[in-house]
């Protein structure tokens, strides 16, 4: 087990370890000296490091995107962390633990792959069905599904968040379409199932988080949008099943619709109650990661007191603690653990806030951009 992670450092602090380095540029000073700006990280976060007095030589030394052993010093720079770096080494694979260095989803991926598919292949529109499976019966693109982030830095943003931000915000779906008549479950499953597919194709994630340069260029939204017409060619080969044009528009609406607004990188605003669904659905589990990553179980150093920072894809900062922990049991008995089982006599009850919730690790904050 590491010693220190990224986002434990103080300032003032030296650390030397593997780390992964990615996106360098090699810049000159106002004094027209050298030097190098990259990102650092590990499974914690990334910080802005620099290499001051460099050269090109050491420059084309450094990889794209890495793992490189380095000694640097933590310091504060207009209020975020930066780590300027002293001295680096390579490093080659089985000399760290890369679980170290890449987050990773806590959850199960073969159990979570199982269960997406099942769900997809419970749809009950042929013709749905048939293009749904296309797309399942890619292994290249199953594959990536399960390793790939669900965004850079802002929510599910570790490996295997893709499919764990699809599968929670079906299962989500499948939950609450009962409740409202009419809304096509097929739609709403399909489109969620869609919505973020092209993920794999626009992040690069080898072993640090970032965007393709087709992904720079194009963006998810509209390339998963394309995939539709062309998996529905292949579907209609494979299967022999006629695709309708009108439900291949209507699944590109919810894909180019699910961020909501244009502000957000919606091209258009939903305008059908799947596209509404799809959109609020995904959404809230991008939204609940976040909050509880940035609110609840294994906290960052510093992140004392009742508040987080504000938070610039909230609008606001955060309330932390939980103060309705659990007293009682599943079968409604006091708790053995519960403050009430054994108040002393003659003294009201009082219950002491425990804030845990081991279901999510802290995830690194970005800027407001929509996934």
């Known amino acids: 087990m590491r010693r220190l992670y990224l986002r434990d450092c103080q300032a003032g602090e030296v650390v030397e370890d593997?780390?992964?380095?990615?996106q360098k540029q090699l810049s000159t000073t106002a004094t027209n000296k050298l030097f190098i700006k990259a990102f650092v990280g590990d499974r914690t976060t990334q910080v802005t490091a620099r290499i001051w007095n460099a050269s090109r030589d050491l420059f084309n030394t450094l990889p794209e995107s890495g793992f490189v052993r380095l000694r640097g010093r933590i310091e504060n720079y207009q209020g975020n962390t930066q780590m300027i770096i002293e001295?680096?080494?390579?490093?080659?694979?089985?000399?760290?633990?890369?679980?170290?260095?890449?987050?990773?989803?806590?959850?199960?991926?073969?159990?979570?792959?199982?269960?997406?598919?099942?769900?997809?292949?419970?749809?009950?529109?042929?013709?749905?069905?048939?293009?749904?499976?296309?797309?399942?019966?890619?292994?290249?693109?199953?594959?990536?599904i399960c390793r790939a982030p669900a965004a850079q830095s802002f929510?599910?943003?570790?490996?295997?968040?893709?499919?764990?931000?699809?599968?929670?915000?079906?299962?989500?779906?499948?939950?609450?379409?009962?409740?409202?008549?009419?809304?096509?479950?097929?739609?709403?499953?399909?489109?969620?199932?869609?919505?973020?597919?092209?993920?794999?194709?626009?992040?690069?994630?080898?072993?640090?988080?970032?965007y393709t340069d087709g992904g720079q260029l194009v963006g998810h939204i509209v390339k998963s949008a394309i995939w539709v017409e062309q998996k529905a060619i292949e579907a209609e080969a494979n299967s022999g099943v006629?695709?309708?044009?009108?439900?291949?528009?209507?699944?590109?609406?919810?894909?180019?619709?699910?961020?909501?607004?244009?502000?957000?990188?919606?091209?258009?605003?939903?305008?059908?109650?799947?596209?509404?669904?799809?959109?609020?659905?995904?959404?809230l589990d991008a939204k609940l990661m976040m909050s509880l990553a940035a609110t609840r179980g294994d906290l960052p150093a510093g992140s004392e007191g009742n508040w987080t920072e504000y938070m610039k894809a909230m609008g606001t900062r955060l309330f932390r603690p939980d103060v309705a922990p659990a007293d009682?049991?599943?079968?409604?008995?006091?708790?053995?653990?519960s403050p009430a089982a054994s108040p002393e006599p003659g003294k009201p009850t009082t219950l002491k806030v425990a804030i845990s919730n081991p279901l999510f690790e802290a995830a690194g904050q970005g800027p407001q951009k929509r996934k």
């Open 87 to 144: 001295d680096l080494w390579p490093v080659a694979l089985g000399d760290f633990d890369i679980a170290d260095l890449v987050p990773q989803t806590s959850r199960d991926i073969p159990q979570m792959r199982t269960k997406l598919v099942a769900i997809c292949q419970s749809l009950r529109n042929r013709a749905l069905l048939a293009l749904i499976q296309a797309y399942l019966d890619d292994q290249k693109l199953m594959d990536r």
């Open 18 to 22: 593997v780390f992964v380095i990615s």
């Open 328 to 337: 009682l049991d599943s079968a409604g008995q006091t708790s053995p653990a």
């Open 242 to 283: 006629k695709i309708p044009q009108q439900l291949i528009d209507v699944l590109q609406h919810i894909i180019i619709s699910h961020h909501g607004i244009p502000e957000f990188g919606a091209v258009k605003l939903p305008a059908t109650p799947e596209a509404i669904a799809v959109h609020f659905i995904e959404n």
């Open 155 to 210: 929510h599910h943003a570790f490996m295997g968040g893709l499919l764990e931000h699809t599968l929670n915000s079906m299962e989500v779906a499948d939950t609450i379409v009962k409740f409202y008549p009419g809304l096509s479950r097929d739609l709403v499953i399909a489109g969620i199932f869609l919505h973020d597919i092209a993920k794999t194709w626009e992040l690069s994630y080898e072993c640090s988080f970032g």
